[in-house]
């Protein structure tokens, strides 16, 4: 059964899963980070979030940032759930590049019918996660997370396999790809030098610095089991 919907518009679906996403990152999503990550001026935010609070979607503590409530909450994870559904009929079936999909679906997800949704997991065959490896809500908005930590935990010498890349900017993807580097692809950390400084990974028999932020956005799963933190 999927989860129940209640209605908002384009503008406030995009604006509570931006809000989802900065909670799993942060804990909190800022006005100046939500700004950015929307591309909109901050007093339009200001006056989003207002309308949001006043539908009991959001609550905004001054200077600690905005959290979803249980009601927001669900809607994020319905919107999620159909923009990696539409990632994955973008990639798996139209056979658009995965560095294209996560914009495209920005458009697509707002499209999609609810009741359209079962019958496109059914033909996409019930995927666990989207292209770059985050999993998909279920109908019932639940999220199986695989354990994973960042790549940059790991010390020199510890291989992992890539479960998912958190961001998903079509720049940052293209290159990810020309260097092999996507889920499923055991790595291993050859050098780290101080906090902040590139990666030096290997994949098969290629070594790459990776910058300190790209390589941050990648979590892995040790192959030794252990996990830290």
């Known amino acids: 059964m999927e989860a129940e919907e209640t209605t908002v518009s384009s503008e406030a679906e995009e604006y509570l899963e931006a809000i ?10 800022k006005t100046m980070e939500l700004a950015r ?15 949001l609070e006043r539908r009991g979607l959001v609550i905004h503590e001054p200077y600690r940032g905005v959290k979803l409530t249980e009601k927001g909450r669900k809607i994020a994870l319905n919107i999620l759930r159909r923009h990696r559904l539409a990632e994955r009929l973008l990639t798996d079936i139209l056979h658009l590049d995965w560095s294209e999909a996560h914009e495209a679906a920005c458009k697509l997800e707002h499209a999609l019918p609810a009741d359209v949704i079962k019958p496109l997991e059914k033909t996409l065959g019930h995927p666990k996660t989207c292209p770059h490896g985050n ?13 994973s930590e960042p790549l940059v ?34 790595v291993e950390v050859e050098k780290k030098a101080s906090f902040g400084d590139p990666v030096t990974i290997k994949v098969g028999e290629a070594s790459h610095a990776l910058d300190y932020k790209v390589a941050s956005i990648i979590n892995v799963k040790r192959t030794d089991g252990k996990m830290r933190g």
């Open 20 to 29: 989802y996403r900065l909670e799993k990152k942060t804990g909190s999503a």
């Open 37 to 51: 990550q929307l591309k909109v001026v901050p007093g339009s935010v200001t006056n989003t979030i207002e309308s």
């Open 135 to 147: 999993p998909i809500p279920t109908a019932c908005g639940g999220i199986i997370e695989q354990k």
């Open 153 to 186: 935990n790991l010390s020199p010498k510890v291989s992992g396999i890539i479960v998912k890349i958190i961001e998903e900017k079509a720049e940052v993807l293209q290159h990810l790809a020309t260097l092999g580097l996507k889920p499923g692809v055991c």
